[in-house]
């Protein structure tokens, strides 16, 4: 993947690149799209629409995913209509977003969104309070609601390939920014100048790692330039939505390849930073063990199984927690006591980067508990554990702590075991471990106190 991005970025950019006020237009024979592909509703939604006097376009990521054969997850339009005058039109509809207005129109379980063209945001405060729109001392975006034309919103979106407008009823395709260009040649190309895009939304470095890694598409070389001088800024933006972005990185079934783009890119920092050190500390077991994470939540996506975010966040977090358990036990900490603690303080760090909702946090800190509580396998503790709910992710975890290259002492083969074995094979494993205390170490005999009265009366 990486190869890939290199030479993409030495791919010159395209003679047309620059913006344009008027749109190339690809009627039905000069373009691969027909109308019969799109969703009927959102269809049925523009033609009402310009039925009733305003513009509307099938618009965005269902445009450029048909142009590429792939199937859509959903179907946006783009219109002239106000979210209120769209809600005119539809009983079906509702008006959400307070830093983006749109309108969601509710088919059964399918859902079109509405979105009103905007422009970009004036530069004047009092220009800026008239429409709406607001911006922090460093360029980015605060709030925006500023209307504008179709060709103010095909300028204010932040890729080219994203910049695309499909006419169902014509069956044309109106393309402002050589969008069908950089699809044709897989390019990841920012519209207008990348630095003060970024500026006004450091999420578009995250969006252009993504959409790289997802559409297997290269990073056009003056898009990514400015990146890694401006990935800091990633820590301006709420915690919030960064959970959301980083759930849209890693969940999308490319993980592997974005983690990659991420590190290279220096955007991983801003959003990991314990992790981001632990990168530099001990990287061939940190990157090994994150990246074998990835691999399996890409493959469980593929197979249509399900992935927890837990198991992710927990794995992308661990490599930072071992020198902190260490440091604790240093200072006299019992073990378990001791990885509560380094968890308690590595989540509460990360948190402040990245809101982790407490519906993952604590089966985080469980699956890393687990990890102290695996070696402790003697009398019933085993079975014990078997009953655990978060057996089964500790066990996962384990076993993914051993291809990171992790001594466990055949700790995970030991559970492999364990699990297959009958009642009477359980006991027998149960028996070998009787001479040894969880560490391996030989465990010391101890005699009841009435024994050794007995004994020393005997004597």
């Known amino acids: 993947m990486l190869k890939k991005l290199f030479k993409s970025l030495n791919t010159p950019a395209s003679p047309a690149q620059h913006r344009r006020t008027t749109p190339e237009v690809l009627n039905a024979g000069q373009h691969s799209l027909q109308r019969s592909q799109f969703s009927r509703h959102a269809v049925g939604i523009v033609e009402r629409l310009q039925n009733a006097g305003y513009q509307a376009y099938l618009v965005g990521g269902c445009v450029r995913d048909l ?8 179907f946006d339009v783009a219109t002239s209509a106000t979210p209120e005058q769209v809600r005119g039109e539809f009983r079906n509809a509702r008006v959400i977003g307070r830093r983006f207005k749109l309108v969601h129109i509710h088919f059964g379980r399918e859902i079109i969104e509405v979105a009103t063209f905007r422009a970009n945001h004036p530069v004047d405060d009092e220009e800026q309070d008239t429409h709406r729109s607001s911006s922090s001392e460093s360029g980015r975006i605060l709030r925006d609601n500023v209307y504008g034309t179709l060709e103010d919103d095909a300028q204010r979106r932040d890729l080219t390939i994203n910049a695309l407008y499909y006419d169902p009823v014509s069956e044309r395709v109106l393309d402002y920014a050589n969008g069908v260009h950089d699809v044709r040649n897989r390019l990841i190309r920012l519209i207008g ?4 895009r970024y500026q006004e939304d450091p999420v578009r470095m995250l969006r252009a790692v993504r959409f790289a890694a997802k559409l297997d598409f290269g990073i056009e070389k003056h898009t ?12 301006e933006i709420p915690s919030a939505r960064l959970f959301e972005e980083v759930l849209k990185l890693f969940l999308s079934g490319y993980a592997t390849d974005t983690f990659e783009m991420l590190v290279d890119l220096q955007l991983f920092d801003p959003l990991f930073p314990a992790s981001a050190q632990a990168l530099e500390d001990t990287p061939t077991y940190t990157h090994t063990l994150i990246s074998e994470a990835l691999r399996n939540t890409d493959l469980r996506i593929k197979q249509g199984k399900p992935v927890t975010p837990a198991f992710l966040f927990a794995a992308l977090l ?3 927690l071992p020198a902190r358990v260490l440091r604790l036990q240093s200072r006299g900490m019992p073990p378990i006591p001791a990885m509560q603690e380094a968890a308690h303080e590595l989540i509460a760090e990360q948190c402040q980067r990245i809101a982790i909702p407490k519906r993952f946090t604590i089966p985080i800190r469980e699956i890393w508990d687990m990890q102290e509580r695996l070696p402790r396998r003697s009398g019933k503790r085993a079975d014990l554990l078997l009953d655990n709910p978060r057996f089964r992710a500790g066990y996962d975890f384990l076993l993914l702590r051993e291809k990171a290259g992790e001594e466990t002492d055949g700790l995970g083969e030991w559970w492999t075991d364990y699990q297959d074995a009958n009642d009477s094979e359980r006991r027998e494993m149960i028996a070998e471990l009787g001479g040894k205390d969880e ?5 010391k005999r101890r005699r009841s106190g009435t024994k050794r009265k007995r004994a020393d009366g005997g004597e």
């Open 67 to 74: 142009m590429l054969g792939i199937t859509p997850k959903d």
């Open 193 to 196: 100048d990348p630095t003060q």
């Open 224 to 235: 990514a330039a400015p990146i890694r001088g401006l990935a800091p800024m990633l820590r």
């Open 318 to 320: 661990w490599p930072a």
């Open 439 to 443: 560490t391996g170490a030989p465990r």
